[in-house]
């Protein structure tokens, strides 16, 4: 027969071999009194890599410039400066819904660019301004950008506004005349369940004919376009109608 690995040498009793391997495994261990216990030294985490500085997975300080104000915070490095935003600044404005890049629900502006915050690191915006919807206006006195919302019953659940807001904000600081078929364009990353981007256009559209920068802008200025009056940018596809034989090409 032949022998396993864990068979005893010759010459030793199977109970010295165990007694012993057990005493060795105390030795290891260093639970026999008087042996301090071994204990493997840390391995060195690498700083950085290629030149990229290595941080985390525990949390580490940033700074972020939000509406205008410094914040310090502590945060793991895979945080988002949506979830930043909304759990640690409490600035609930910007909404989760898909969280991942797709609805426009948590539009802020990054140094005046329109960007989705479920997919930007909070760590990524530092050094940068970031602006959300808190910082335009408030109940008692809003933004012509909200005002216009209002007007023009531009939400019903209301949970995309805030985003649709931001991104038109985004928009008319780089262009403040946009057109109807701009406007659709720069609006193209956000989704509105309920539907409301007719009246969300107008809102857009009548500031954009008032002039975005206007500060003496009331809602129901003059010139501001009508329900209705705005033609649906996408045609409707038309109906594939059966032909109609002609006359007299019949087999019979
Ligand atoms: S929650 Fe960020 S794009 Fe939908
Ligand atoms: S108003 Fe409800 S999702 Fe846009």
């Known amino acids: 027969m032949t022998s396993r690995g864990d068979d005893p040498p ?58 205008g104000q410094e914040v310090a915070l502590r945060l793991e490095p895979r945080v988002t400066l949506l979830d930043a935003l909304r759990t640690r600044l409490e600035l609930t404005g910007a909404k989760k819904v898909c969280d991942r890049g797709t609805c426009g629900a948590c539009t802020v502006l990054l140094d005046g660019k329109a960007v989705y915050a479920c997919s930007v690191l909070a760590l990524e915006a530092q050094g940068g301004d970031v602006r959300t919807v808190e910082s335009l206006g408030s109940v008692e006195r809003m933004h012509p950008l909200q005002a216009a919302f209002v007007d023009h019953d531009a939400q019903q659940c209301g949970f995309c506004t805030p985003g649709f807001v931001m991104a038109a904000k985004a928009l008319l600081d780089r262009n403040p005349s946009p057109s109807l078929a701009e406007i659709h364009h720069g609006l193209a990353g956000n989704f509105c369940r309920c539907g409301t981007y007719a009246g969300i256009r107008r809102a857009v559209l009548q500031l954009a004919e ?6 003496d802008y009331a809602p129901g200025l003059p010139g501001a376009p009508e329900p209705g009056e705005i033609e649906n940018p996408r045609p409707r596809r038309q109906k594939n109608k059966k032909r109609k034989k002609p006359r007299g090409t019949g087999d019979g």
């Open 210 to 215: 008032a002039g975005a920068a206007n500060p």
């Open 10 to 67: 010759r010459g030793l009793s199977r109970r010295a071999f165990l007694r012993g391997g057990a005493a060795a495994g105390v030795l290891s261990t260093g639970l026999l009194r008087g042996v301090p216990p071994v204990e493997a030294a840390p391995a060195a985490a690498p700083k950085s890599e290629a030149g990229v500085p290595i941080l985390g997975p525990g949390p580490v300080a940033i700074k972020l410039r939000v509406n």
